[in-house]
C-alpha cells in the first residue's frame, strides 16, 4: 500500500495541508476544558459574571476559528484524496496495458476489474479519512494526556495507563480483522466473477433451463459472502463496547484519585472536572480512530491488491534503448526474408511442455504463408509470436533479418495488420473502430479496406455509414459483420504484415478467394500470415506451414505437400472425401456458404473492385 | 423516487421486524445507561468540594454504581451491534439475491441492450455502498435519536431553564446538516453515474485487452479512459467535499451551543440552582446531546449516498421481466419435432423491419439448413424458436401448441443449441458437460465426450473432467471449447436441434467425425442449421434461403438447383469463385 504513496506527488502540499489544519483546530479542542475549568474555579468560585461572559465567548471564537481550519482541511483532503486515486487509477489502467498476454492470462480480467473501480473507491475513501482524522485523534489523545499532566501530573499517569491498554484493544481487534476482510473481499470478487458469468453466458444458461440452478447457485455463494461479513463484523463489533469499559475504568480511576488529592488540597474541583473532561475526549477520539483504522484497514487491503497488480510487470523484455528502426512495409533490402522463425521455440508459463517446438522458416513479402493444423496443434501461438504477444522461450523470430525483440513493441505491432480469432468491436462507429491502426485515415481509406473486406456493402446501406454507432463489443453486428469489419480494421493504413488468425473461417469461399486476389493487388505486397482448418482456402498459399502437436511436420506448396506431408495429406483428404464420393470428376473443395452477398450490385464474378 | 426507494428498503426490512425491535430495545438501553454514567460521576464530584470537604463514603457509593451501569451498558451495546450487523448482511445478501434472480427473468432485449459492466457496477459497488450506508444507519440513527431524547429527559431534571437554551439552539445543528445533505444528494448522484459510466468502458477495455494491444491502442484507450477519469475526478470532489462540510458545521453549532451552557450553567451555580457536578454533567450531556445530532446529519450524508445507489440498484430491480407465464401454462411433452412458424413478423426495433410473414412447416426429424448474407435474419430465427425474443405478431406452434402458451422451460428443454459463441461456466469439465442432464452417469458422460470427440483432449488435461475452467474457458483453445459445446448437447439428447454455425472452428481432422456424429444425433430430430458447410446442407431435408428476413426459396438442394433460382445462380458463383 505505501509504495503506492508515490502517486502523491503533485498533492504533497494539500496532503500536509489538510492534516494541518485538522491540528490546528484540534488544538483549540484541547484549551476547551482549561476554559471550562477556569469558569468553575474563578467565574463560580469568585462569582464573577464578568470572567464567565468572556470565557464563554472565548469558546465561541474557538468555535468559529476551528470551524475556518476544518472547512480548509475538508477541502485539502477531498483534493487530494480524490485527485490521488484518479492518479492511481490512470496510473493502473495503463500498467494494465502494459501487461503482456501472459501476465493477463495469469491475473484474469475480473480481477482487474475490481482493482479499478471497488477497490479505488475503498482507496479514495481510506486516503481521505486517514488525512482528516489520522493524525487528528492520536493528536487529541496524546495532547489530552500532556495538558493533563499540566494539571496534576499523578492523576496523568491515570492517562499513562489508560492509553496503551486502549491501544492494545484497538489494534488487537484491528489485526484480527485483516484476514477475515480479505475474506469478505474474496467472497465478493466470487460473486462478481459469477454475476458477470450470467450476463455473459446468458444464452446458454437459458437453453439449459439453468435459470433456478443459477439462482441456487448465487444464493450459495452470496451466502457464504453474508456469513464472512458477519463474522468479520462480529470481531469489530467488540472495539466500542470495550473501548468504553476502559475509559471509564479510567474516569472512576481518575475521580477517585482527584477526590483524594482535592482533599489534601493539591488540586480544586475545577481542575478535577478538567481531567474528566479531557478523559472524556480521549473516549470520542478513540471511537473515531477505531472506526477509522477499520476503514484504512479495508482501504489497505485494497491498496495492497492494487500495488500487486503494479509489481506484476510484463514478462517481455527489452532493450534499455531499443535500436528504433522502421520495419520497412516492403520488400527488405538485399534479399533478406521478411520473417524468419531461427529454431523458435515457445513454452507457456507454468506449463510442462513445448508448446512450439524448433520452428524454422522464412517468408517473404508478397508471399501468402497458410498454417494448417489440428486444434490446439499450435498455430494461433506460431503467428502470436511475430507480433510479441508472447516471446519465444528459445531460438528467434525475425523480421527482416532483426530479432522482433530489437524493435520497440509500438513500432513491430503498428506495421502488423492483425485479425484476431475472436471478432470483437469496440462501443464508438464504424469509423473510430475502422480507425484503430492508422487515427488519421481518411474516408477514402476506410472506404477501400471496406471494399478489400466485403464489407462496403452493408456499410453503405447503415443509414449513417461510417459513423453508423458500433455497440460494447459490436453487439449489434452479426457475427459475419463483425468478422468482415475486424478484417477492414486490420486493412487500414496498408501493413506490410498481415496476420488472420482463423479469421476468415466465417467467410465464404468467394469472399475468401476475392479477399485474396485483393490482398495480391496491394501496393506494399504484404507478407500474409493465413490461419485456417480448412485446406481450400490455404491450398493457393505460396508457402503452407503444417502443424501438429507443436511441430511444423510440413511446409511447401499444396501440390508438394499432398506428396510429401501423410499430416497434410490427410488433413485434405478429409475435406475433400464427400466430393470425391460424389464421383463427380476433379477433387471439390466444400465452399462455405454463410456468408452469401445475395443482395446488391456487387458482382462475385468480377471479383473485387479494387 | 426517493420516497419510492425508501419505500422499498422498507420493505426489505420488514422481514427482520423482530430483530429491528430488538435492535431498539438495546438500543434504548444501552442509551439509558450512557446517560445515566455521567449523573453518576457529577453526583461524585458534588462530593469533592475543597481540601478537607469530601465525603468519601458517599464517594465510592457513586463510582460503584457507575462502573455497574457501565458495564452493562457495553454488554448491551454489543448486543445491539451484532444485531445491526445481522440485519444489514442479510438485508443485503437478499437485495444481491433478488437482483440475481431478476438477471433470470428479464428479457435478452433488455440484456442485450445494456452494458454488463453497468448492471454488474449496480449489483456489486452499488449495494455495497448500499451496505455501509445502511450499517451506518442502523448503529448510528437509533442510537442517535434515543440519546437525544434520553439527553433531553435527564436535563430537564437536572434544570429546566439551561435545558432551554440547548433545545433553542440545538436545532440549528439539524438545519444545517439538512441543507446540506439536501445539496449533496446530486452530487452523488452523479458520482455514481459517472463511476457506472466509467465501469462500462473498463469492462470494454480490459475485457478485451488482447485486441487493445495487438493494435498499440493502449494509448487511444488511455485516452478515452481519462476523459471519465478526469469528468469522475471533478464530481467526486464535489461530493466528497460538499458532503464534508457537515461535520465541521454541526460541530461549529454545537460548540456554540457548549460555550452557551457553559454561561448560563455557571450563572445557575453562582446562585445555587445547580451544584458544580451538575454543570459538568450538563456539560458532557451538551456534548453527548449535540453529537447524535452531528451523528445523524453524517448519517444523512451517507443514507443519500446509499439512497442514490440504492435507487439506481431498484431501477435494475424494476425493469420490466419476461412476460409471466400464463398459469395455465401447458408442459411440452412427447415431443417429436413438429414445428409450425405462421405468418411471423418480428423486429428488434419498430423503425427497422426485420422478419415479415415468416411461414414455415416443418415435420418431426427433418433437418433445416438455414442459409443467407449477412444479417438475413438466421441469428433472429434462433432466438425466436427459443422463445429469447417473442414474436411481434404471429405465432410459432410446437406439435400444434402455441409456445407462448407453454412453459419456457418445457420449450427449451426439447432444443439442444450449440451457438456460434462458445460459452464454458466456471466450474470443471465435468459440470460443464452434465450442465443439460444433472444425473447423468460418468459412463453417459464420457460416451457423450467421445462422440463429440471431446474425450482424447479431456483426459489429456492435467486433471482430467475435474479440470476447473475459469470464466469462459479461457485455457482452452476456441476448437476444444466448441467439443464441449457439442458434448454438452450429445449427452442430453433433445428433439429438436439448433446449431449457429457450430462447426466453423473445430479443426479440420476431426471435423468430419463430428459431423457424423451430429449427423447420427441428428437422425430422427428436427434440427435447424445455420449452415457454412456445403455437406450440411446438400444432406439438408429442406434449405431455406433466407434474404431480408423472408425465405425467399425453400427446398433440397437437387430441388433447388433445378429450379434454377436465387439458390443455384449463387451456388453456381460460389463454386465459380472457388475454383
Known sequence: ?610 | MKKGTWKRVLTYLGKYRIFLFLSLVFAAASVACTLYVPILIGRGIDQIIAAGEVNFDALKNYLLSAAIVVGVGALVQWIMTTINNKITYEVVGDIRRDAMNHIQELPLSYLDSHAYGDIVSRIIADVDQFADGLLMGFTNLFTGVITILGTLAFMVYLNAGITLVVVLLTPLSLFVAKFIASHTYSFFKKQSATRGEQTAVIEEIIGNQRIIQAFSQEDESLEQFDEINERLEACSLQATFYSSLTNPCTRFVNSTVYAAVALTGAFAAMTGAITVGGLSCFLSYAGQYAKPFNEISGVITELQNALACAARMFEFLDSEPQPEEPADAYTLQDVKGNVSINDVCFSYTPERKLIEHLNLQVNAGQRIAIVGPTGCGKTTLINLLMRFYDTVSGSILVEGQEIRRVTRASLRQNYGMVLQETWLMEGTIRQNLIMGKPNATREEMIAAAKAAHAHSFITRLPNGYDTMLTENGDELSQGQKQLLCIARVMLRKPPMLILDEATSSIDTRTELKVQDAFARLMEGRTSFVVAHRLSTICDADRILVMKDGNIIEQGTHTELLEADGFYAHLYESQFAATM
Open chain 1, 1 to 610: 500500500m505505501f509504495k503506492l504513496l508515490r502517486f502523491m506527488k503533485g498533492y504533497r502540499k494539500q496532503a500536509l495541508l489538510a492534516p494541518l489544519f485538522k491540528l490546528l483546530e484540534a488544538l483549540l479542542e484541547l484549551l476547551v476544558p482549561l476554559v471550562v475549568a477556569a469558569i468553575i474555579d474563578k467565574g463560580i468560585g469568585g462569582s464573577s459574571k464578568g470572567y464567565t461572559i468572556r470565557m464563554s465567548l472565548l469558546l465561541v471564537l474557538f468555535a468559529m476559528i476551528g470551524l475556518g481550519f476544518s472547512v480548509l482541511a475538508q477541502y485539502f483532503s477531498a483534493k487530494t484524496a480524490v485527485g490521488f486515486t484518479a492518479k492511481v487509477r490512470h496510473s493502473l489502467f495503463a500498467h494494465i496495458q502494459s501487461l503482456s498476454y501472459t501476465e493477463l492470462d495469469r491475473l484474469g480480467t475480473s480481477t482487474l476489474i475490481t482493482r479499478l473501480t471497488n477497490d479505488m473507491n475503498q482507496i479514495q475513501n481510506g486516503v481521505n479519512l486517514t488525512l482528516r482524522l489520522f493524525l487528528r485523534s492520536p493528536f487529541i489523545v496524546f495532547g489530552a494526556m500532556i495538558m493533563a499532566f499540566t494539571i496534576d501530573t499523578k492523576s496523568a499517569m491515570i492517562f499513562v495507563l489508560v492509553i496503551p491498554v486502549l491501544s492494545v484493544v484497538v489494534f488487537g481487534i484491528m489485526l484480527i480483522s485483516i484476514p477475515l476482510y480479505r475474506r469478505v473481499q474474496l467472497r465478493l470478487d466470487r460473486v462478481l466473477s459469477l454475476t458477470r458469468q450470467n450476463l455473459t453466458g446468458v444464452r446458454v444458461l437459458r437453453a439449459f433451463c439453468k435459470e433456478e440452478e443459477q439462482k441456487a447457485l448465487f444464493a450459495q455463494k452470496n451466502g457464504a459472502l453474508m456469513k464472512d461479513q458477519k463474522r468479520s463484523a462480529k470481531i469489530s463489533a467488540l472495539m466500542n463496547p470495550l473501548t468504553y469499559i476502559i475509559i471509564n475504568a479510567g474516569i472512576i480511576a481518575l475521580i477517585y484519585s482527584g477526590a483524594l488529592r482535592v482533599d489534601k488540597g493539591i488540586l480544586t474541583q475545577g481542575a478535577v472536572v478538567a481531567l474528566y473532561n479531557y478523559m472524556s475526549q480521549i473516549l470520542v477520539e478513540l471511537v473515531k480512530l477505531a472506526n477509522l483504522i477499520i476503514n484504512i484497514t479495508k482501504s489497505i487491503a485494497c491498496g495492497n491488491r492494487v500495488q500487486a497488480v503494479f509489481e506484476t510487470t510484463s514478462s517481455l523484455t527489452f532493450d534499455e534503448i531499443p535500436a528504433i528502426r522502421e520495419i520497412p512495409v516492403k520488400a527488405c533490402k538485399n534479399g533478406v526474408p521478411y520473417v524468419e522463425f531461427d529454431h523458435a521455440t515457445l513454452r507457456y508459463q507454468n506449463a510442462a511442455d513445448d508448446m512450439l517446438h524448433d520452428l524454422c522458416f522464412t517468408a517473404r513479402s508478397g508471399e501468402i504463408i497458410g498454417v494448417i493444423g489440428g486444434t490446439g496443434s499450435g498455430k494461433s501461438s506460431l503467428v502470436n509470436l511475430i507480433p510479441r504477444f508472447y516471446d519465444v522461450t528459445g531460438g528467434s523470430v525475425r523480421i527482416c533479418g532483426n530479432d522482433v525483440r530489437e524493435y520497440p513493441l509500438t513500432t513491430l505491432r503498428e506495421s502488423i495488420g492483425i485479425v484476431p480469432q475472436k471478432a470483437v468491436l469496440f462501443a464508438g462507429t464504424i469509423r473510430s473502430n475502422l480507425r484503430f491502426r492508422k487515427s488519421d485515415a481518411t474516408d477514402e481509406e476506410l472506404w477501400t479496406a471496406l471494399r478489400l473486406a466485403q464489407a462496403e456493402e452493408f456499410v453503405r446501406k447503415l443509414p449513417d455509414g461510417l459513423d453508423a454507432p458500433v455497440s460494447q463489443g459490436g453487439k449489434n453486428f452479426s457475427g459475419g459483420q463483425r468478422q468482415r469489419l475486424t478484417i477492414a480494421r486490420a486493412l487500414v493504413g496498408n501493413p506490410g504484415l498481415l496476420i488472420l488468425d482463423d479469421s476468415a473461417s466465417a467467410l465464404d469461399y468467394a469472399t475468401d478467394a476475392a479477399l485474396r486476389r485483393a490482398l495480391a493487388t496491394l501496393p506494399q505486397k504484404p507478407c500474409c500470415f493465413i490461419v485456417s482448418q480448412r485446406t481450400a482456402s490455404l491450398m493457393h498459399a505460396d508457402k503452407i506451414l503444417v502443424m501438429d502437436d507443436g511441430v511444423l511436420v510440413g511446409q511447401g506448396t499444396h501440390e508438394e505437400l499432398l506428396q510429401t506431408c501423410v499430416v497434410y495429406k490427410e488433413i485434405y483428404d478429409s475435406q475433400f472425401k464427400k466430393e470425391k464420393k460424389a464421383a463427380s470428376g476433379s477433387p471439390q473443395p466444400e465452399p462455405d456458404l454463410d456468408d452469401w452477398d445475395v443482395g446488391g450490385e456487387f458482382d462475385r464474378k468480377e471479383g473485387i473492385r479494387v
